[in-house]
T-cell receptor, first 117, second 111 residues
Framework: ETGVTQSPTHLIKTRGQQVTLRCSSQ?????VSWYQQALGQGPQFIFQ???????GRGNFPPRFSGLQFPNYSSELNVNALELDDSALYLC????????????????FGPGTRLTVL | TQLLEQSPQFLSIQEGENLTVYCNSS?????LQWYRQEPGEGPVLLVTVVTGGEVKKLKRLTFQFGDARKDSSLHITAAQPGDTGLYLC???????????FGKGTKLSVKP
């Protein structure tokens, strides 16, 4: 069984630039969620996708956007980068409608470390 | 706003000691998960508890879900250096797709 993979591993951008992060879900899962984890904090929910549509969003501005593709891979796009966007970005996949079922179990990728200068 | 408070925030112990980490909320969750995270890596799921009062054991780790499904604890017996890491609890709500995480407990076990 293939786990969740993310690319790139590390990324350095400057303020005002745009970035795209990529994720491939775990085999057999059809929801994908994105989380932002600042240093010393727990992960914060950005949004979740199911059947290529956004299925819930956390308290993040519209410059954070995403896509889910038919093969359940996903992208996170962040426009107009700010210094506070520096964080570990985590992708997590779950089976069925994670969150609609009883368990909300999600399985995380290794993350992309984004540094904004 | 649903929040999960974890305590302690930091814990440094000697190999062989026992420890307990707590995860508390004023909100009810349909499930509670515990993850362990190494520096620079993603969280790895340790256990999911879904029934109030449920106790699950994973080798030297014991997880308990509170009767009211608002709190949980993780107990480690005879800690080993390999247990070092960030322990995160995360609550799930049946009607929502996301997990709500605590800030984590950073555990260091010294040989």
């Amino acid at each position: 069984e293939t786990g969740v993979t993310q690319s790139p591993t590390h990324l350095i951008k400057t303020r005002g630039q745009q970035v795209t992060l990529r994720c491939s879900s775990q085999s057999g899962h059809n929801t994908v969620s994105w989380y932002q984890q600042a240093l010393g904090q727990g992960p914060q929910f950005i949004f979740q996708y199911y059947r290529e549509e956004e299925n819930g969003r956390g308290n993040f501005p519209p410059r954070f956007s995403g896509l889910q593709f038919p093969n359940y891979s996903s992208e996170l796009n962040v426009n107009a980068l700010e210094l506070d966007d520096s964080a570990l970005y985590l992708c997590a996949s779950g089976g069925g409608l994670a969150g609609r079922g009883a368990y909300n179990e999600q399985f995380f990728g290794p993350g992309t470390r984004l540094t904004v200068l | 706003t649903q929040l999960l408070e974890q305590s302690p925030q930091f814990l440094s112990i000697q190999e062989g000691e026992n420890l307990t980490v707590y995860c508390n909320s004023s909100s009810v969750f349909s499930s509670l998960q515990w993850y362990r995270q190494e520096p620079g890596e993603g969280p790895v799921l340790l256990v999911t508890v879904v029934t109030g009062g449920e106790v699950k054991k994973l080798k030297r780790l014991t997880f308990q879900f509170g009767d009211a499904r608002k709190d949980s604890s993780l107990h480690i017996t005879a800690a080993q250096p390999g247990d070092t890491g960030l322990y995160l609890c995360a609550g799930g709500v049946r009607s929502q797709g996301n997990l709500i995480f605590g800030k984590g407990t950073k555990l260091s076990v010294k040989p």
